[in-house]
Every structure is written in structure tokens, then in C-alpha cells.
């Protein structure tokens, strides 16, 4: 049931969920690979697990260039000599109104929330029945669950993430695990992406008002890595409750 020694891959690392969830397992043990698009906050976040554990590297990581995330995979094999745990957390959400037709937003969620995400099954299937063993994690939405005005795509992908992985857990048999996080409202940077001035106003609001810490959603995240080998966690929903 122990965390420690556990070979965990998780992209989107350099900031909110996947960075709180990086220090958390760290903190109980866990030998860490972590990928972003960003080296200077991956550097200081490595800097800063260092201090207490050794067993923390990265690799810039673009989820969306298959090429990266197979490389990232093969690279913690090649460190560490296995892999336990993808947390599939990197994502994006330029939300807008379909009629703005903000394409290249649309593009870029497609790429990186459902591409990045396939891209990640891609690369560690393979390792995982070689291994017998291995647990995909991944950091879906509440979007989805319930449908919003102006989040058409990135629900759209979230959704597509959330069957996807129903169908993983379906044909993954006895050996592997399969796990989706879906979060309400956290405080994060998932604003930032956001080319829409008015939903961006609009979203930081939101978050302000009621935003989770990301230390939430990596307590679900560890809570379903802890569990015996013969237990699969499936699904969580975790929202603020001031969340309608």
C-alpha cells in the first residue's frame, strides 16, 4: 500500500495540481519524473523537492509532440528502471462562445488536453504489461459533468478524456489500474490560458470566490496511488462546495 519507491511520471508538473502533487508523493517517498513546458519553475520546483529527496529529476515536456511524451516515459525507465504511475495532468482551457470561433483554441485543447493525454496511454501501455503492474492517472474536469455555456470544446475534451479512460479501465483486465480525478474549481494558473478577456475576468472571479488549494485534488491523487494493487480506484469528483 506504501507510496515509497513508486515511479511516478506526472506532465503539467511545473505549477498547481501537478506541482502540489509532486511535493506531496515526494514527501512519502515516491521517485519522481516530472514534465512541462517551462524549465525555470521545473528547475525551482526540483530544487525545492531536493532538499528533502533525491529521487526527482524532469524533462521539458510538450504533451502534445507524441515524441515528447514517449521520450519522457522512456526516460524515467532508464532513471529509475521501471514506472508505477502516469499522472496525465498537463491541460489547457481557452474557454470562449462557439461563436467567436477561436479555432486555434479549439485546436490546442484537442492537442494538448485529449492528444497529450493519448499520447501518454501510447507510451506507457506498452511498459505496463510488460510490467504486469502500472496505474494511469488522469486530471479530467467537472466540465463535462455538467455542460456550460462557452465551454463547448475544452468539455468536449474532457468528456472525450473521461470515456476514454472508462474504456482503458474496461481493457486494462486485472493487473493495471485506471483512475480519473475530476476537479471543480482550484487556484491555479488554468486562467491564464484563457484568450477570451471577458471569461477570463469572468473565471478568476470564480476562483477567487471559491477556488480549492491544489493540495485537494493531489490529497485524491494520493489517496488513489495508496490503495493494495488489487484495488482501482475509479472515479472522483472533488469541487469546492460552494460549487453548483
Known sequence: ?????????????????????????????????????????????????SAYSSEVTYALTDVSNREDMQCL???????????DVLIANAGIGPISPLDEL?????????????KGYLYGVAAALPI?????????????????????????VYAGTKNAVRTINEALRIEAGEKLRVTGVSPGFVKTQFADSMTDPATQEKVKAAMDMMGMSPDAISRAIVFAIDQPDDVDVGDIVVRPTAQA
Do not use: Y
Not at 511545473?14 to 519524473?33: D, F, N, Y
Not at 516515459?73 to 514506472?83: E, K, Q, T, W
Not at 467537472?142 to 462557452?150: C, E, F, K, Q
Open 1 to 49: 500500500m506504501s507510496i515509497e519507491n513508486k515511479v511516478v511520471v506526472i506532465t503539467g508538473a511545473s505549477s498547481g495540481i501537478g506541482r502540489a502533487t509532486a511535493i506531496m508523493l515526494a514527501r512519502q517517498g515516491a521517485k519522481l519524473v516530472l514534465g512541462a513546458r517551462r524549465e525555470a519553475p521545473l528547475k525551482e520546483l526540483v530544487n525545492e523537492i
Open 73 to 83: 516515459v522512456n526516460f524515467a525507465c532508464s532513471r529509475f528502471g521501471r514506472l
Open 102 to 114: 477561436r479555432v486555434d483554441d479549439w485546436e490546442a485543447m484537442i492537442d494538448i488536453n485529449l
Open 128 to 152: 505496463f504489461r510488460q510490467q504486469e503492474a502500472g496505474h494511469f492517472v488522469s486530471v479530467i474536469s467537472t466540465s463535462g459533468l455538467r455542460i456550460v455555456a462557452g465551454q463547448a
